[in-house]
């Protein structure tokens, strides 16, 4: 048995974080068999995702299996993993109710968090699957993370939680993942779907007719091509994504879920949303935190280039300072909103120098 802090620092390294254009979710890799294991729910519908970890910074990986059945999904690893700490897949026929049990994942954002709790129930048969209940907090974007014994070893992939209710948390067992994985490997690097019907592996290259399972006839649709793509995002989410690429960003690897995205400019770190309730895009760049002396002299300045700036203020959230700028959605065009984010991009990197070197700001506190 080892402790909860221990495998808390054992998984940190191997969890990795996942966003697509619609939302987050948690991933865990597997060196026997360089995957990452995550849920089909978190990149259901795209070829590839935006990942990150301690160990990697954000790049696009590649979806090589889906099983919408199982809820289960296998991303290649952008770069080499294997040098990372083994993770081992336990035992779960000699998993008991009572058991303690440790839920890893990003839960809301919060990168890494961990939650410990017990198995409420070994065996919960859900819409004809066994699951494992747990009372361990899980919470949105801690999907695909994994579920953790008292050994260290994963027993589960954390899969959903029943709305409303108190902790009613439920993984897929380590069995199906298992299953998955050994049905997988023989094709490994392919693109593949598990038929939900007949649990066959399904390819491109062996559709019938292009369109169907060639072992049952059941239907199976492939996530479109990147290059086939029409219009992955449409209206000002476009707009936007249009602007960060004239800008040199990449679209994919800036977007952070839903209507939003996250860029770097020099030491600035820029947050952009999009609200389409109330009709306004949203720029935040986030400088430094408040000195330790000379909160005065800061405040001065600040309010000063509040009243020379035109379209962009400061604030403070907290300690730290953020130069903001907002535009009603039907007012921006690619050419008008090209040329605003370029401003605050600049403005952003030249604000967070001068009140770094001249006022001692303090850098903004990162997660390592």
Same mark, same amino acid.
């Given at each position: 048995m080892i402790s909860v802090q221990e495998t808390i620092e054992k998984y940190q390294s191997a969890i990795v974080q996942i966003a697509? =254009?619609?939302?987050?979710?948690t991933g865990f890799y597997l060196q026997d068999y360089d995957l990452i294991v995550t849920n089909n729910h978190? +990149?259901?519908?795209?070829?590839?995702v935006t990942v990150k970890s301690k160990t990697m910074q954000k790049r696009l990986a590649q979806v090589l299996f889906a099983d919408e059945k199982y809820d289960l999904a296998f991303l290649q690893p952008p770069i080499n993993m294997k040098d990372l700490p083994p993770i081992k897949m336990g035992d779960y026929i000699s998993l008991k109710d009572g058991d303690m049990v440790i839920a890893i994942g990003h839960p809301y954002?919060?990168?890494?968090?961990?939650?410990?709790? +017990?198995v409420s129930r070994v065996e919960r048969v859900q819409q004809g699957l066994k699951y494992i209940q747990i009372d361990a907090a899980i919470n949105p974007g801690n999907s695909g993370g994994p579920l953790v014994d008292e050994d260290g070893e994963v027993i589960g992939v954390n899969t959903f939680i029943i709305k409303g209710g108190d902790n009613l948390g439920f993984a897929l067992p380590v069995s199906y993942l298992r299953e998955?994985?050994?049905? #997988?490997? !023989?094709?490994?690097? &392919? +693109?593949?779907i598990r038929c939900p019907s007949c649990s066959t592996m399904v390819t491109e290259q062996n559709l019938d007719?292009?369109? #169907?399972? !060639?072992?049952?006839g059941t239907k199976i649709e492939f996530p479109k091509k990147p290059e086939d793509e029409d219009a992955p995002v449409s209206g000002i989410a476009k707009t936007i994504e249009d602007i960060l690429e =004239?800008?040199?960003?990449?679209?994919?690897?800036?977007?952070?879920?839903?209507?939003?995205? &996250?860029? &770097?400019?020099?030491?600035?770190?820029?947050?952009?949303?999009?609200? !389409?309730d109330n009709y306004f895009i949203i720029c935040d760049a986030f400088l430094c935190r408040l000195p330790k002396q000379?909160? =005065? &002299? +800061? #405040?001065?300045y600040l309010l000063t280039e509040n009243y020379l700036s035109r379209g962009k203020f400061f604030s403070l959230h907290g300690d730290t300072i953020v130069l903001s700028s907002l535009i009603y959605d039907l007012d921006m065009t690619t050419e008008s909103g090209e040329s605003m984010f370029r401003r605050l991009f600049r403005k952003a990197d030249y604000y967070d120098n001068v009140l770094a070197n001249k006022y001692h700001c303090q850098p903004i506190l990162e997660e390592q």
């Open positions: 697509t =254009k619609s939302g987050t979710g978190v +990149v259901k519908g795209n070829r590839f954002g919060l990168n890494y968090t961990a939650t410990q709790g +017990v998955a994985l050994d049905q #997988y490997m !023989p094709i490994y690097g &392919e +693109v593949s007719a292009g369109k #169907y399972c !060639p072992n049952c =004239k800008l040199g960003y990449s679209k994919e690897l800036s977007r952070t879920g839903n209507n939003r995205w &996250e860029v &770097e400019e020099g030491t600035a770190k820029i947050r952009i949303s999009y609200n !389409p000379g909160i =005065k &002299e +800061v #405040y001065q």
